[in-house]
């Protein structure tokens, strides 16, 4: 396995005949997904997309109880400015384009929660597995915000009545109802969900690959995409007052005292 460069690396990459195994690091943390994460799975899916001999992805997280737990909350508090907080959402949702956009088909293995970032990413995959004790999660609105990818998306994925539940009370759901609502193509029970991802993406390596990324590009052509809406929505959001109690309350772990303003 090698590890991405750093001293505390957000992602290592595997290689495995002709998958590329990517793994989000940092299990004490639920592979919280840092500042620095974002860039570093584009560096990532940039070289899996210029070696020839890649023909599948996997992204998985360490460990057995997070996939991602999303985005690094605390950090959140160092964007004080709209600059900032606008070219850190910009930062995130060309992550997530990248994943959409990339030629080569990638597989999320989740095995464990997959909350706020977690689940968006997961849900711009390809193709979503799922252990028995995935739950998913968009949890925004306890912190005054809104999944912005996932407001984006997660209507096509799982339909607008769906979504709507999931944004709105920002509860966890788990891998049977990710799976009868379409966030999940398939639960894994009878052995480790990353060994089913890559058996898939070795199957699928056997498929012509142009017909695999053309194939991708027209389902995902189909898809409206509303980027620059969810950037201004979520900018907005993150210098309400609301967003720095959400925040606060987090780290102090007790309820917010939400004032709408």
Same mark, same amino acid.
């Given at each position: *396995? ?10 290592? /990459? ?8 990517? @793994? ?32 599948? =992805?996997?992204?998985?997280? $360490?460990?057995?109880?997070?996939? %991602?737990?999303?985005?690094?909350? =605390? ?16 930062? !995130? ?6 994943? $959409?956009? !990339?030629?080569?088909? =990638? ?17 711009? !995959? ?13 949890? $925004?609105?306890? +912190? ?21 539940? *999931?944004? +709105? @009370? ?6 049977? @109802?990710? +799976? ?17 991802? =890559?058996? +898939?993406? $070795? ?15 027209? /389902?995902?052509?189909?898809?409206? %995409? ?6 201004? &929505? ?8 609301? &967003? ?16 709408? %303003?």
């Amino acid at each position: *396995m090698s590890a991405v460069a750093g001293n505390d690396p957000d992602l290592s /990459v595997e290689h495995r005949g002709r998958v590329a195994i990517v @793994t989000m690091l940092g299990e004490k943390r639920y592979n919280a997904q840092r500042r620095t994460f974002w860039k570093a799975l584009r560096d990532v899916l940039a070289q899996a997309e210029a070696d020839a001999n890649v023909a599948a =992805i996997v992204i998985t997280g $360490e460990g057995t109880k997070a996939f %991602s737990a999303g985005g690094d909350i =605390i950090g959140y508090k160092q964007l004080t400015t709209t600059d900032t907080r606008r070219d850190f959402i910009i930062d !995130c949702m060309r992550t997530f384009e990248a994943v $959409e956009t !990339c030629t080569k088909p =990638i597989i999320a293995a989740v095995n464990g929660v997959a909350a706020g970032g977690g689940c968006e990413l997961a849900s711009a !995959c390809d193709i979503v597995l799922a252990a028995p004790n995935a739950k998913f999660a968009v949890p $925004e609105a306890n +912190l005054g915000l809104v999944p912005g990818f996932g407001v984006g998306r997660l209507a096509d994925v799982v339909g607008v009545g769906f979504a709507r539940y *999931m944004v +709105l @009370t920002g509860e966890f759901v788990d891998a049977a @109802t990710a +799976l009868r609502v379409g966030l999940v193509q398939e639960v894994v029970t009878d052995g480790p969900v990353l060994d089913r991802a =890559i058996a +898939l993406a $070795e199957k699928i390596a056997t498929k012509g690959p142009l017909a695999v990324s053309v194939g991708k590009a027209m /389902v995902n052509r189909a898809l409206d %995409s509303s980027y620059q809406a969810a950037v201004d &929505a979520v900018v907005m959001l993150q210098g309400t007052n609301d &967003a720095n109690e959400g925040i606060v309350a987090f780290e102090e772990r007790r309820p917010p005292r939400f004032t709408r %303003s």
